[in-house]
């Protein structure tokens, strides 16, 4: 079973609104992480944001905000104020595992295009 | 400005023959990650280590598929004998685990192409 599931395949967004990415995780851990990343056309990996599930407020770095809520299983990433260099691939990550393990799994990907 | 380095960025080679990839983590991490990225498959971790020792290769073939880390500046992935659907974009990724691991930085990768 796929335990992290981004629901939207392709996005569009105005330039300068903002957008909202889904994801939702499964896990029986109490202790894991969520990350996003983004994987523009020039195929490189980059680190967004960190969430983590003690963590009590929701993490922020910049435009990105990860809107966490750990009852629904859900960690959707917030962009806010959108930009024509925003649209790369999303990917929604999970850590889980015994504390002493550091499994980082990804989900699918959400395409996102930023329209002038 | 710290970054994990990867070797070769791009690789073609024949049915049958070896390929070694190889990443230099950040300076100071102490988890590094092996990932392979496709159209189909999406990325699907390969191994990874923690302080050099291999915690997880599940997502590995075994039969054709292996990760060491020879010491803390270098992790090599290798493929002997490399098959057309090997194919794919291989990452490499580091992280400090202080507690919990909250960084992953990815390499560029090497992009594999077997004929």
């Known amino acids: 079973a796929q335990k992290i599931t981004q629901t939207q395949p392709g996005m569009f967004v105005q330039e300068k609104e903002a957008v909202t990415l889904d994801c939702t995780y499964d896990?029986?851990?109490?202790?894991?992480?969520l990350f996003w990343y983004k994987q523009p056309s020039s195929g490189e990996m980059i680190f967004l944001i960190y969430?983590?599930?003690?963590?009590?407020q929701n993490a922020t770095e910049g435009r990105y905000s990860l809107n966490f809520q750990k009852a629904r299983k859900s960690a959707n990433l917030v962009i806010s104020a959108s930009q024509l260099g925003d649209s790369a691939m999303y990917f929604c990550a999970m850590r889980e595992g015994q504390t002493s393990y550091d499994k980082v799994i990804f989900g699918p990907g959400t395409s996102l295009s930023v329209i002038p | 400005d710290a970054r994990v380095t990867q070797t070769p960025r791009h690789k073609v080679t024949e049915m049958g023959q070896e390929v070694t990839m190889r990443c230099q983590p950040i300076?100071?991490?102490?988890?590094v990650f092996w990932y392979r990225q496709t159209m189909m498959q999406g990325l699907e971790l390969l191994a990874y280590f923690r302080n050099r020792a291999p915690l997880d290769d599940s997502g590995m073939p075994k039969d054709r598929f292996s990760a060491e880390m020879p010491d803390a500046t270098l992790a090599t992935l290798k493929i002997q004998p490399s098959e057309p659907r090997d194919s794919a974009v291989y990452f490499c990724?580091?992280?400090?685990?202080?507690?919990?691991?909250?960084?992953?930085?990815f390499g560029p990768g090497t992009r594999l192409l077997v004929l």
């Open positions: 300076l100071g991490h102490n988890t």
């Open positions: 969430q983590g599930s003690y963590d009590e």
């Open positions: 990724a580091s992280g400090l685990r202080q507690g919990a691991l909250k960084t992953q930085y």
């Open positions: 896990t029986s851990d109490q202790s894991y992480g």
